[in-house]
């Protein structure tokens, strides 16, 4: 360990050390911190590392108290930093989770890949990993952790390490599926751009339904619903075409050779942007238009057999689909006592729902106030309820007010391929066994 990882490492010890013995304002923060972080981890499942130094370590380095960072108030309190100390330990506002593949392995260092983002870091351990964890880095291996910048372009491991293995493409993707789930703000916690974007193809998401559908809210058949998408889908998929002058009639083997390239330039192109070669090669050889080639949506049978199906959909919170909000709203008209023990039951449904978040519920209150506060009351046992207790019932029930990304929000490519490659290895192991159960869909879609 060279002069100034040591040196970073008694940094990151005194600061430690600096909020565990704090008092007041601080300590409080701290408690209140790391309550909200292990009852959401406890909610969301996440084992096999110590929560309660992870929720330590992130508080180092984003806790705040009164406006004010933890890493500016130890830096305060501390006269005797010199200003390289100083810069340090500011950096490490930068620390980030990740989900992490080991690519090699050179003398005390490691090169790890994020895989949510693919970005490369030389990492080296910060004297607090242990030899056998050490020992199980290598290339392949994929970790759950957070890296901390040292100096220059080396990083170091913060918090304890999450060691999973070396995966295949479907755990792969489900250990992804649960950093989201563990981690919200940190999907794309090293690549700010990614996440940019991702948050506009919610709000391009929104733009377009609102056009097609005339609001932000609608109320189908399950069956006219799911014909309605397809529509849908056609309409934007033309829109997309035709924004990027691409006639979404004709095939790409038709494009090319109006182009005037081989198709081997064509695929070199492709390729070169992260296109899948063999994708790229069906893709060419394909007689069939190119809106007629992309996958169409369908809703899972439980919806599309429905009486009613009620979408909401908002630019920053995404989609809901609920099938039974229109039975609700039947339900809030009757006075009787049963109809109220009905309402009782779907409301303790929603609360526990992680699909009916705080704008639908709002859009709940909006339409039917008193029955619903009404309901609530006798749900969570507290009287005289009014709209603007809405928020705090929520928080008391586990709902965030703020949204986190959707599951309509686009990805990167190299993680719809590795999505798309995990469904089609899934799918031959359940052929090659002849599994008769059928795999759960999902009620979102995405175009």
């Known amino acids: 360990m060279n002069e100034q990882l040591k040196r970073s490492n008694a940094l990151k010890q005194a600061l430690q050390a600096f909020v565990l013995d704090a008092e007041g304002d601080l300590a409080t923060a701290l408690e209140t911190y790391s309550a909200d972080r292990l009852k959401h981890w406890s909610a969301t499942n996440l084992q096999g590392i110590s929560r309660s130094d992870l929720a330590i370590d992130m508080f180092l380095t984003e806790g705040r108290v009164s406006n004010r960072s933890v890493l500016d108030i130890f830096i305060q309190n501390q006269p005797d930093l010199s200003l390289d100390d100083q810069a340090l330990v500011k950096s490490w506002q930068n620390t980030f989770n990740g989900l992490f593949k080991v690519l090699q392995v050179e003398a005390e260092r490691y090169e790890l890949m994020n895989w949510l983002t693919e970005k490369r870091y030389w990492v080296e351990p910060s004297g607090a990993q242990s030899a056998a964890e050490l020992s199980r880095l290598s290339p392949g291996e994929i970790v759950v952790t957070r890296l901390a910048p040292d100096t220059g372009d080396i990083w170091t491991f913060s918090g304890p390490l999450m060691l999973l293995g070396k995966l295949g493409k479907p755990k792969l993707a489900v250990a992804i599926g649960?950093?989201?789930?563990?981690?919200?703000?940190?999907?794309?916690?090293?690549?700010?751009?990614?996440?940019?974007?991702?948050?506009?193809?919610?709000?391009?998401?929104?733009?377009?339904?609102?056009?097609?559908?005339?609001?932000?809210?609608?109320?189908?058949?399950?069956?006219?619903?799911?014909?309605?998408?397809?529509?849908?889908?056609?309409?934007?998929?033309?829109?997309?075409?035709?924004?990027?002058?691409?006639?979404?009639?004709?095939?790409?083997?038709?494009?090319?050779?109006?182009?005037?390239?081989?198709?081997?330039?064509?695929?070199?192109?492709?390729?070169?942007?992260?296109?899948?070669?063999?994708?790229?090669?069906?893709?060419?050889?394909?007689d069939q238009a190119i809106k007629m080639a992309m996958p169409p949506i369908n809703l899972p049978d439980e919806l599309r057999r429905a009486e009613a199906v009620t979408v909401f959909v908002h630019p920053r919170w995404g989609q809901t689909f609920l099938k039974d909000y229109v039975r609700l709203t039947q339900l809030f008209d009757a006075t009787d006592e049963e109809s109220a023990a009905k309402v009782d039951k779907l409301i303790q449904k929603y609360l526990k729902e992680d699909a009916v978040n705080a704008y639908v519920w709002h859009c709940f209150a909006e339409d039917n106030a008193l029955p619903l506060m009404a309901s609530l009351e006798r749900c969570v046992n507290r009287p005289e309820l009014t709209p603007d207790d809405l928020d705090d019932v929520l928080v008391q029930a586990g709902k965030p007010l703020e949204p986190t990304l959707p599951e309509i929000a686009s990805v990167p490519i190299h993680l719809n391929d590795l999505f798309q490659e995990a469904l089609q290895e899934v799918g031959q192991n359940s052929s090659k066994k002849k599994s008769k159960g059928k795999p759960k869909q999902k009620t979102g879609f995405a175009v």
Do not use: C
């Open 178 to 286: 649960n950093f989201k789930n563990w981690f919200p703000n940190y999907l794309y916690g090293d690549a700010p751009e990614l996440l940019t974007e991702a948050w506009q193809s919610v709000e391009r998401y929104h733009h377009d339904f609102v056009d097609f559908f005339g609001g932000d809210r609608i109320t189908l058949s399950g069956y006219e619903l799911n014909k309605k998408l397809k529509e849908y889908q056609e309409v934007t998929t033309q829109r997309r075409l035709e924004e990027i002058g691409v006639d979404g009639s004709k095939s790409l083997k038709e494009l090319v050779a109006q182009s005037g390239m081989s198709e081997e330039e064509v695929a070199e192109s492709v390729e070169s942007l992260g296109e899948d070669s063999r994708e790229v090669s069906r893709l060419l050889k394909d």
